[in-house]
């Protein structure tokens, strides 16, 4: 119990200060002294973990080579997963203006194809090294996320709905080999301890990977609508055709000539809010496929260490 207690204020603490840092700033005194607390809390779960004869996580498992490489592609696994589903409904509701109900219909064949490939993928998982699956299944999900970063406002429907499928079809090869071959490396006495630890891992990954990509998010989109702002200037002639171009069309619209200026001004503004917001989540979408393609070197351990 006093194990669960420490990993439970250690997990609490952390989450607070990440969620929270971006919002109140990295300098305030709650988010600075939750961060402080996280790592009190979690060096204590870990001397008491092991120091106890019964601990919640025996720690010694990670010292088994294939088992810890697992745990690494597991955390990275969730990050991904819990990351990208986070991204996805609110790019295509925020930038493609899609209602929820349509965002969910997007997601509804890549779930159908991930529930087709997990029991090939289990077949499969018995009878090839984990690194012959875990290894094309980060490169599909990376693959997937790199055409995600080039989608806008423009892309169509089904063409995101078959980016997200080649995702779903990656993470369907990772998982099986990843959850059976992790324990299977482990004494039988730890195969109950392993089991937790990978879903764990997992979990946390997910927990992580939300609050990084929530503040990537956020920081990089404000980051370009200051670049894009910064470049509509009067002495831009782009800017001065595109304002022209919107002054006719509102005048058009038959809105009154001395407000044609500022809704089309008020019309700019919002083009490059939303330039700025697809760009944020583009980058998004790149940092999870290169943090995917960098899982590669832990599932070579686990192959290595299979074939060993």
């Not at 439970?8 to 200060?17: D, H």
């Not at 790592?39 to 120091?51: A, D, K, V, Y």
């Not at 001065?240 to 619209?253: D, G």
Request: contains cysteine; positive net charge; proline residues 5%.
């Amino acid at each position: 119990w006093s194990g669960f207690l420490l990993l439970s204020l250690f997990l609490v603490f952390l989450l607070y200060g990440l969620s929270n840092g971006q919002r109140l700033g990295w300098d305030h005194a709650n988010v600075q002294s939750s961060l402080l607390l996280s790592i009190i809390f979690g060096l204590s779960f870990m001397w008491r973990e092991t120091h106890t004869p019964d601990p919640l996580l025996d720690v010694r498992i990670f010292t088994i080579r294939r088992f810890a490489a697992g745990s690494g592609v597991a955390f990275i696994y969730g990050a991904g997963l819990f990351g990208s589903t986070y991204l996805l409904p609110l790019f295509v509701q925020n930038i493609q203006g899609f209602t929820p109900t349509a965002s969910g219909i997007l997601l509804m064949p890549a779930g159908l194809v991930l529930g087709l490939i997990f029991p090939l993928a289990g077949r499969l998982s018995d009878r090839l090294s984990p690194d012959m699956l875990i290894i094309p299944g980060l490169v599909f999900f990376s693959y997937s996320c790199f055409l995600l970063a080039h989608g806008d406002v423009n892309t169509p429907f089904w063409t995101m709905a078959m980016w997200i499928v080649i995702g779903r079809v990656g993470l369907g090869l990772v998982l099986p080999p990843l959850n059976a071959r992790s324990v299977a490396s482990l004494p039988p006495e730890w195969f109950a301890q392993g089991a937790g630890a990978i879903n764990f891992m997992r979990q946390l990954g997910g927990a992580f990977g939300v609050n990084l990509l929530s503040i990537i998010l956020d920081r990089r989109t404000f980051f370009h609508n200051e670049w894009l702002a910064q470049t509509q200037t009067h002495a831009s002639s782009i800017t001065l055709e595109t304002l022209n171009q919107l002054r006719a069309i509102f005048a058009h619209a038959g809105v009154a000539e001395n407000l044609q200026a500022l809704a089309a001004s008020h019309f700019l503004a919002k083009m490059v809010a939303s330039q700025g917001g697809t760009r944020g989540f583009q980058d998004g979408f790149l940092i999870v496929a290169f943090l995917f393609l960098s899982a590669i070197i832990p599932a070579r351990i686990m192959g290595s260490s299979a074939r060993g």
